[in-house]
């Protein structure tokens, strides 16, 4: 399976897993959903910031170079 189908099909499953993380985590460390949120929207970023270095990083794995 090319590395891009892995990345599009797990993608949207692991943005709804980062979502209700952050809402968890939120809720455990301040103890209101609202802080959730917070944590939500940047564990999505790094997540989404990510998605290019570790398409970089696999490119030698992967037969990209």
Request: aromatic letters at 12%; proline letters at 8%; a positive charge.
């Amino acid at each position: 399976i090319p590395f891009s189908e892995v990345v599009t099909i797990l993608l949207p499953p692991l943005m709804v897993q980062i979502f209700f993380t952050g809402l968890v985590t939120g809720k455990l460390s301040s103890g209101s959903t609202s802080a959730g949120f917070k944590h939500s929207f940047i564990l999505t970023v790094i997540a989404i910031a990510l998605v290019p270095v570790a398409t970089y990083l696999m490119l030698p794995f992967i037969g990209g170079y």
